[in-house]
T-cell receptor
Framework: DADVTQTPRNRITKTGKRIMLECSQT?????MYWYRQDPGLGLRLIYY???????NKGEISDGYSVSRQAQAKFSLSLESAIPNQTALYFC?????????????FGDGTRLSIL | GNSVTQMEGPVTLSEEAFLTINCTYT??????LFWYVQYPGEGLQLLLK?????DKGSNKGFEATYRKETTSFHLEKGSVQVSDSAVYFC???????????FGTGTKLQVIP
């Protein structure tokens, strides 16, 4: 089983719909992140959380919200989806303690908004 | 703020060719540096890392040396294989909250 699991893997929906992307992890890490990937732009941070009671905005949080339901679960919501939110979304986790700790990624959710 | 600049792709090489993907960075303090690889349909996975100046990270035949004087972390491999075809991301972490800054990615295509 994957250490970081994202659901769904693919989603097509319409403008204005509410969408939730879910992420769960079995790595036991406290820190979780949501990124979006767009061609030519690399990965951009949407939100991050260092524990259940800690939620922080990233560089592109407008139009998104998150919920950290448990140490192992971190969900991303689009309250009213718009076409320019079409992208590949990744959840990641990391272990705290030093700058040298890598991030561990799920396989992504490909989201298309029509 | 922090930034990572890596060469634009796509890079197309023949099998067994030498690979270099350039990466330079701007950061405060003493960042840790990473290369991640993304295979089609998958998430990013760590390829190698270096945590201080002059460290060399290596894995699967890939190498990169942390050069503080030139603020660079170029990825190299002596002989690429078709299975190395992927997108490669250079990244750094210099903040106390482990917010990682990624480059835009370089797509590598290796042809037989």
């Amino acid at each position: 089983d994957a250490d970081v699991t994202q659901t769904p893997r693919n989603r097509i929906t319409k403008t204005g719909k509410r969408i939730m992307l879910e992420c769960s992890q079995t790595k036991g890490h406290d820190r979780m992140y949501w990124y979006r990937q767009d061609p030519g732009l690399g990965l951009r941070l949407i939100y991050y959380s260092f524990d259940v009671k800690d939620i922080n905005k990233g560089e592109i949080s407008d139009g998104y919200s998150v919920s950290r339901q448990a140490q192992a679960k971190f969900s991303l919501s689009l309250e009213s989806a718009i076409p320019n939110q079409t992208a590949l979304y990744f959840c990641a986790t990391s272990d705290g303690g030093s700058l040298g700790q890598p991030q561990h990624f799920g396989d992504g959710t490909r989201l298309s908004i029509l | 703020g922090n930034s990572v600049t890596q060469m634009e792709g796509p890079v197309t090489l023949s099998e067994e060719a030498f690979l270099t993907i350039n990466c330079t960075y701007t950061a405060t303090g003493y960042p840790s540096l990473f290369w991640y690889v993304q295979y089609p349909g998958e998430g990013l996975q760590l390829l190698l890392k270096a945590t201080k100046a002059d460290d060399k990270g290596s894995n699967k035949g890939f190498e990169a040396t942390y050069r503080k004087e030139t603020t660079s972390f170029h990825l190299e491999k002596g002989s690429v294989q078709v299975s190395d075809s992927a997108v490669y991301f250079c990244a750094l972490n210099s903040g106390g909250y482990q917010k990682v800054t990624f480059g835009t990615g370089t797509k590598l295509q290796v042809i037989p």
